[in-house]
């Protein structure tokens, strides 16, 4: 499988990695490699968190990633898993 990150993701982790880099850039650095290692895992095991609590798909899913939701859709014609978006477990929108 490959993974695809879609537009949405790419903006809002961004705009997290800043936010944490305001405070302490290592941690920023820290967090993103931490993250790439969780996504690069699901190759293995697409399926290994739970069906998504803000979607009615068994394909979309919810990764629990330190105090952030990272929802991604496994694709199984395409062969790709997309990351689609990135949130405070907290407030989502």
């Known amino acids: 499988m490959r993974i695809v990150h879609h537009p949405t993701f790419s903006k809002e982790l961004k705009n997290i990695l800043r936010y944490i880099a305001n405070d ?5 650095i820290q967090f993103k490699n931490e993250l790439k290692k969780r996504i ?19 394909n979309i899913r919810d ?17 790709t898993i ?10 989502p929108d």
């Open 40 to 58: 690069n895992d699901l190759v293995a095991q697409p399926y290994q968190c739970r069906p998504s609590f803000y979607f009615d798909d068994i």
């Open 82 to 91: 997309e990351i689609i978006r990135i949130f405070n477990r907290n407030k």
């Open 24 to 28: 302490k850039p290592s941690a920023s």
């Open 63 to 79: 990764m629990i990633f330190k105090k952030y939701t990272i929802v991604y859709e496994v694709n199984i014609d395409n062969d």
